[in-house]
């Protein structure tokens, strides 16, 4: 057995014990698994022009995902393609085994199970296939989905639901002459990741998206390799940020734009009832200046451009807009001062890019170290640091953490709730508060740039 495999099934054997008691195991539902194929298919994203894809379930993008929280999430995974992938659930705290390290994958032809507890309150959660250094490929071609949790006491707020709560999973790509999805990242794009010219809403370009002219719930994930987004409506008009990556805030914020980084998720409530019919409005990722170094080089638009993502047209009456609570979540929360240890990661790269030139604490990843030892149930206090030209979305899996503070600016309203990744700009550091209180084993961190982290900008998680 290789010596990789020796470490992460040593590590595994320890893990999987939940930190929830026998109440909540009472309470898990059992349900027949969910059947989800890795495969590759034929699709029209832009019309007349058929191109090779990849799916997880046969839907582009892969299918959403719907479970209710203490249900079992029991998904059998078969893989139909010509290279090794797995499932990883971003978000979810899921045991060690479950998770989707880079290294426990399934090969070709295999197949397996993936059967955990869903304890995570409501919230917009994803999955994605995460391989060493084939992340990035498979990702842009097409395997990411939806998955949503819900449970009783958000139903009970009185959000919008059914019709009116729409996910839209939002990416750029970089549409070609004949209309495919080939993954060839020239040497900028390997320093900046890959920046697309197009922007796909739910796999679709620039849709057209029928409203009422009511409120609507918009869960936003953004699912590109690299591309940050500013999200917004072209009319600036406002709308109530009222969740971030893992679930409902305390409160409400008005905001007229999100930021979002690869991986990141936000919900917002938008209310068209003061729009007449036929009237239509642009969602699209506003411009902004980021001054990184080889910005919009390497064939793809540049990070920051404005990117066209969906039009709004308000097409019928709709039934009164949903009145937001004054309260929607608890959100508990870690004081800083209570730390018990104090890490810092350096995140940085060097050149020419390629594999081992992108780093934390000046390492590149390799399997067979660890390079982080934890312990389950003690707070740390984690400065992030990027002394980079290119932004990096920092992203923990195994737990979730809170945002306390940036150095080059205040918390975004989505930031206000619990995250499991966050934005660092260039030059910047920012400050978590985070504990790893359910499951011991080997889990990762790493740049949700996928370009970057194929590269090497990640690193091993012992949690004991």
């Known amino acids: 057995m290789r010596r990789r495999e020796c470490?992460?099934?040593?590590?595994?054997?320890?893990?999987?014990?939940?930190?929830?008691?026998?109440?909540?195991?009472?309470?898990?539902?059992?349900?027949?698994?969910?059947?989800?194929?890795?495969?590759?298919?034929?699709?029209?994203?832009?019309?007349?022009?058929?191109?090779?894809?990849?799916?997880?379930?046969?839907?582009?993008?892969?299918?959403?995902?719907?479970?209710?929280?203490?249900?079992?999430?029991?998904?059998?995974?078969?893989?139909?393609?010509?290279?090794?992938?797995n499932i990883h659930w971003h978000g979810l705290p899921a045991p060690p085994e479950d998770d989707g390290h880079p290294m426990d994958v399934v090969l070709a032809g295999g197949r397996r199970s993936y059967r955990f507890l869903v304890e995570e309150p409501a919230g917009t959660y994803w999955y994605h296939s995460h391989p060493d250094g084939r992340t990035a490929s498979q990702v842009y071609r097409g395997l990411a989905g939806f998955l949503i949790v819900e449970d009783d006491a958000e139903r009970a707020l009185g959000l919008p639901a059914g019709e009116f709560d729409l996910p839209l999973l939002l990416q750029d790509r970089r549409r070609r002459a004949d209309g495919s999805l080939t993954y060839a990242p020239t040497f900028m794009d390997l320093m900046a990741g890959m920046l697309g010219d197009a922007g796909l809403v739910n796999g679709a370009p620039q849709p057209v998206v029928e409203v009422a002219a009511t409120s609507y719930r918009l869960r936003l994930l953004n699912g590109s390799n690299a591309r940050v987004m500013r999200v917004a409506f072209e009319d600036a008009r406002r709308f109530d940020v009222i969740a971030g990556d893992c679930g409902l805030l305390d409160q409400a914020v008005a905001a007229t734009d999100v930021w979002l980084a690869p991986g990141e998720r936000a919900e917002i409530l938008v209310d068209f009832s003061g729009d007449p019919l036929g009237r239509t409005v642009r969602l699209v990722s506003a411009a902004f200046s980021s001054g990184g170094p080889g910005m919009g080089m390497g064939g793809g638009s540049a990070q920051g451009a404005l990117l066209p993502l969906a039009t709004f047209r308000v097409s019928a009456p709709g039934p009164p807009p949903a009145r937001l609570p004054e309260r929607l979540a608890t959100v508990a929360r870690?004081?800083?001062?209570?730390?018990?240890?104090?890490?810092?990661?350096?995140?940085?790269?060097?050149?020419?890019?390629?594999?081992?030139?992108?780093?934390?604490?000046?390492?590149?990843?390799?399997?067979?170290?660890?390079?982080?030892?934890?312990?389950?149930?003690?707070?740390?206090?984690?400065?992030?640091?990027?002394?980079?030209?290119?932004?990096?979305?920092?992203?923990?899996?195994?737990?979730?953490?809170?945002?306390?503070?940036?150095?080059?600016?205040?918390?975004?309203?989505?930031?206000?709730?619990?995250?499991?990744?966050?934005?660092?700009?260039?030059?910047?550091?920012?400050?978590?508060?985070?504990?790893?209180?359910?499951?011991?084993?080997?889990?990762i961190l790493h740049c949700h740039n996928l370009e970057h982290e194929d590269a090497g900008m990640m690193l091993n998680l012992e949690v004991r």
């Open 7 to 85: 470490l992460r099934r040593g590590l595994m054997a320890t893990a999987g014990t939940l930190a929830a008691g026998p109440a909540s195991r009472l309470l898990a539902q059992s349900s027949a698994a969910t059947t989800l194929v890795a495969a590759s298919s034929q699709r029209e994203i832009w019309p007349g022009q058929p191109t090779t894809v990849l799916t997880l379930g046969d839907t582009f993008p892969s299918r959403t995902l719907r479970v209710r929280r203490w249900d079992l999430l029991d998904v059998d995974f078969r893989n139909d393609l010509r290279e090794a992938t």
């Open 334 to 443: 870690l004081d800083p001062a209570r730390a018990s240890a104090r890490r810092r990661f350096v995140m940085d790269m060097r050149m020419p890019p390629g594999p081992g030139a992108f780093t934390i604490n000046g390492l590149s990843f390799e399997p067979d170290r660890v390079d982080v030892k934890v312990e389950r149930g003690v707070q740390e206090a984690w400065e992030v640091v990027n002394l980079s030209g290119e932004p990096h979305p920092f992203h923990v899996h195994g737990t979730q953490f809170q945002v306390v503070r940036r150095s080059g600016q205040a918390l975004m309203p989505h930031e206000r709730g619990l995250k499991d990744t966050v934005l660092v700009w260039p030059g910047e550091t920012v400050e978590l508060a985070i504990r790893f209180e359910r499951h011991a084993g080997l889990y």
